[in-house]
């Protein structure tokens, strides 16, 4: 199963992000998404094709409209002749995925949806998620990594998470505002088992550098804040 055209297209499309977005992202969740997909007997060449095209449209890369309609995926998968009943199953995958479609309740519906939207949140958490996060905050360059007086703000609704210039948002923060919140939001079980691993990663990851940042007040947060998250399951 290959689809080199799309591939190539993607590649070229996403060949100057910088931000964690680019194609070395989308080669992970198109081989975990393969890799989740075997475990759940899922359609394969569905899976493969909603994996490399699920941010060739991202809203924070392209804007809003190209979000909406989906411009880049469709005409990817024109020039690749790609079956329109095939065509309308990934681009409904891709409506239905991303943190901020979550926080509004709509999350995919098939399996094979289900495996992409783990896999590219699968992605966001563990060792690479951490040095993803770091990157686009480095890249932003307008946000502290760390502000010990701000506060996360975890209770943000759709809007408020895509709203510019937040003041809570940062690199340490995000944990607590969305990566932290990943691993409750796995739709497989082949994703659930990955996540728990990766979500481990990141409260060592985190421990380490409020001991190191002398913060014992932002320790006792993660633990408060770890307690909540094992209750909400």
């Known amino acids: ?27 992970r969740v198109y081989k975990t998404a393969l890799r989740l997909a075997k475990a759940e007997h ?6 493969a094709l909603a994996a490399l095209l699920h941010d060739a449209d991202d809203y924070k890369l392209f804007g809003q409209e190209c979000a909406d309609n989906l411009t880049n995926a469709r005409a ?5 002749e790609i079956a329109a009943e095939k065509q309308a199953q990934v681009c409904d995958i891709i409506r239905h995925m991303g943190y901020s479609k979550a926080l509004k309740g709509i999350r995919p519906q098939t399996p094979e949806g289900k495996i992409v939207s783990d896999a590219d949140m699968l992605d966001a958490i563990g060792a690479l998620g951490t040095i993803r996060c770091l990157a686009y905050a480095l890249v932003r360059c307008d946000t502290p990594v760390f502000a010990p007086d701000i506060w996360p703000e975890t209770g943000l609704s759709a809007e408020e998470y895509k709203m510019p210039n937040r003041r809570s948002d940062n690199f340490i923060n995000h944990f607590f505002e969305k990566l932290l919140k990943l691993k409750n939001m796995m739709m497989t079980e082949a994703g659930r088992r990955e996540a728990e691993k990766r979500h481990s990663f990141m409260l060592v990851f985190l421990r380490q550098f409020f001991e ?13 804040y770890e307690a909540n998250n094992v209750k909400a399951l």
């Open 1 to 27: 199963m290959e689809f080199v055209s799309v591939e190539d297209e993607v590649r070229a499309l996403l060949a100057r992000d910088n931000t964690g977005h680019g194609f070395e992202h989308v080669e």
């Open 42 to 47: 899922a359609d394969e060449e569905t899976v």
């Open 212 to 224: 190191e940042q002398g913060c014992p007040e932002w320790i006792d947060y993660l633990e408060k």
């Open 76 to 80: 990817i998968m024109a020039h690749a």
